[in-house]
Every structure is written in C-alpha cells, then in structure tokens.
C-alpha cells in the first residue's frame, strides 16, 4: 500500500489526494480504509483552512460500500478552484440563447442604469463574475448547500476592443 499513489488530477486545475490517514482495519462489522479525500491546486497545493471533521465510527450493516463526503472535503474543493483563479467568467450577450428575450448591453439595462445609458448609449456590456472569497458548503441530512461570495464588474465594450 505504501508504494501506490494515492492522487488523481481531476483536471488541468486541481488534483485530489486521498492518502491514507490510517491503516486499513477490519472489525466485526465492515472492513475500514480512511482517506483523506482532499482536492489541491496542481500549481500551488496549499492546506485548507476549513477545520478538518472526524469520520463517523459507524457503518450500515446493509450496505456493501460507505462513502463519506464531509464539508471539509467539499470545502477543499471550494478553496482549491478558488486559488486557481477559475472561478470566474466573462458573461456576454453570446452567452445568452437566442430564444431568451436579455441581451448584456446598455440598451437592456436602460430603465435599471439609467446613467451608464447616457454615458454609453447601445454599447455591449461584458459582466466579468467572479468568487472573491472560497466557496464553502454546508452538509445536513436534507441536503447540501452552498455559499459563494463574488463581485459582477460591469465592463462596456467599446469600438477600439478595450473596455
């Protein structure tokens, strides 16, 4: 078991290391192998700062295989693209289907903005979005939630490319 390797790239981005955190043991209801289930930027792996959560010590009989997702892992998750700069986007109004009556310019958000109509009458916009902070989740027995904290910066296109 020592020589394998325990990390698998889950993309370009972020790789997840699931190195054993225990030796594997047996007892008299399931057989256990812990491990750690974290998810790293590939270009600057870095602790999560989220606390790390205990495993729970039981098992269902009834079930062939247990799989545990803690928020920790989630989080890693969140803090890894976080730090890898992927989550953000360029929204244009190419990205928005044609049968959807919105398009991301200033004519739309007329009536909402007036001044950056008259500033910048018909102009297509580019709404850069992206996550300031890591996202973070939250597990219970209903579900999984999700928080994300961002800014939307309003971009207007103009004739010579630059915004």
Request: proline fraction near 7%; charged fraction near 20%; charge should be negative.
């Amino acid at each position: 078991l020592s020589s394998l390797d325990l990390t698998t790239n889950i993309d370009s981005f972020c790789y997840i290391d699931y190195t054993l955190v225990e030796p594997p043991f047996v007892d008299n209801d399931a057989f256990f192998v812990n491990g750690k289930g974290e998810i790293f930027n590939r270009h600057d792996p870095e602790e999560c700062p989220s606390p790390k959560q205990e495993l729970p010590a039981t098992v269902n009989k009834d079930r062939m295989v247990s799989l545990w997702v803690t928020e920790y892992m989630l989080n890693t998750a969140g803090f890894a693209y976080q730090t890898t700069g992927m989550l953000q986007y360029n929204l244009t109004s190419h990205d928005i289907p044609s049968k959807v009556p919105i398009t991301i310019d200033t004519g739309f958000f007329k009536y909402f903005i007036p001044p950056l109509y008259e500033a910048y009458p018909d102009k297509e916009l580019t709404l850069w979005i992206r996550v300031t902070e890591p996202v973070t989740f939250e597990v219970a027995t209903d579900g999984v939630s999700g928080k994300a904290e961002g800014v939307i910066e309003w971009l207007v296109n103009m004739e010579d490319g630059s915004y």
